[in-house]
């Protein structure tokens, strides 16, 4: 693939979706991943050498009213926004009513001025000042909630972590079976492709998002590397489930939970900014 950056929210989700399964294709036994175009009727397709074994569809569990939220608030915004050269790699937090694209260049010149000052770290009570600027007054004016450099990333972007759902947690395993029944009967229609072909590997990678129940958004937000421990009820075509935890603010971990035949697994990608733009 050789795409460039920015790159847009609604590929976002394919395309780590695509960096996760290439980085394990050796478990589940493909030698190559390749994630496809918008008019493929197939998000992955999985080969063995030369021969195509296989395919993957990616959902990501949303609300709608929620996502057209979402979208106004990122209209003509990449997910994934390119800074100056010596920058580094920063996350920032901001409120869906804020309008990132009047305030984008002054986002660039804030990191800016923070990268000046060597402070990797900021939030809104934390008072930084010298004799030439305030740098937590242009923060709070912004309405930036957080911004943080992620240390050993390479390239120099910054890029809008997904929002995380606040509650009580369960601080056991957490139960996912009906959650994924559902997702797979909401989405019947455009997975028949998948059931019906001969492949050997046919797999569903959903994402949590916007309408994912509570008590599963925050069991895998707070205890990503708890895995559930319930068997699925997936139906007999399915060979494998990965279900993907939204991009943390503050880590450079990405955790997935995985089931197949032979139960759950723990699958992470490590430094995953610097690796999603290298496999763009």
Not at 218 to 224: E, G
Request: aromatic share 12%; hydrophobic share 35%.
């Amino acid at each position: 693939m050789n795409r460039e950056l920015p790159i847009r929210p609604q590929d976002f989700g394919e395309l780590a979706a695509a960096l996760v399964l290439d980085e394990h294709k050796a478990k589940f036994g493909v030698t190559e991943v390749k994630l496809q175009g918008k008019n493929s009727p197939f998000d992955v397709n999985f080969y063995q050498e030369e021969n195509l074994v296989g395919y993957c569809q990616v959902k990501t569990s949303i609300d709608e009213r929620h996502e057209a939220r979402e979208a106004e608030f990122r209209k003509n915004i990449s997910q994934i926004t390119p800074l100056p050269a010596g920058m580094g790699v920063w996350t920032v937090e901001i409120p869906e009513e804020i309008k990132l694209k009047k305030t984008f260049p002054q986002i660039q010149n804030f990191l800016a001025e923070l990268e000046k000052k060597n402070i990797a770290r900021w939030q809104p009570w934390m008072a930084v000042k010298d004799s030439s600027s305030d740098i937590s007054e242009i923060g709070v004016r912004l309405g930036i909630t957080s911004a943080v450099k992620l240390n050993n990333s390479e390239g120099d972007y910054f890029y809008l972590p997904s929002r995380v759902t606040f509650g009580v947690i369960n601080e056991g395993p957490v139960g996912v079976s009906d959650w994924i029944t559902n997702l797979i009967k909401k989405h019947s229609n455009s997975l028949n492709g998948l059931k019906d072909s001969k492949a050997e590997h046919k797999h569903l990678f959903f994402w949590i998002g916007s309408s994912t129940p509570d008590d599963i958004s925050l069991s895998a937000n707070f205890y990503p590397t708890m895995l559930p421990s319930e068997k699925l009820s997936i139906p007999d075509w399915v060979t494998e489930v990965w279900i993907g935890i939204p991009f943390l603010g503050d880590t450079e971990t990405l955790y997935i939970w995985n089931y197949s035949h032979l139960g759950w697994r723990l699958r992470q990608v490590h430094n995953w900014p610097t690796k999603i733009v290298k496999y763009t």
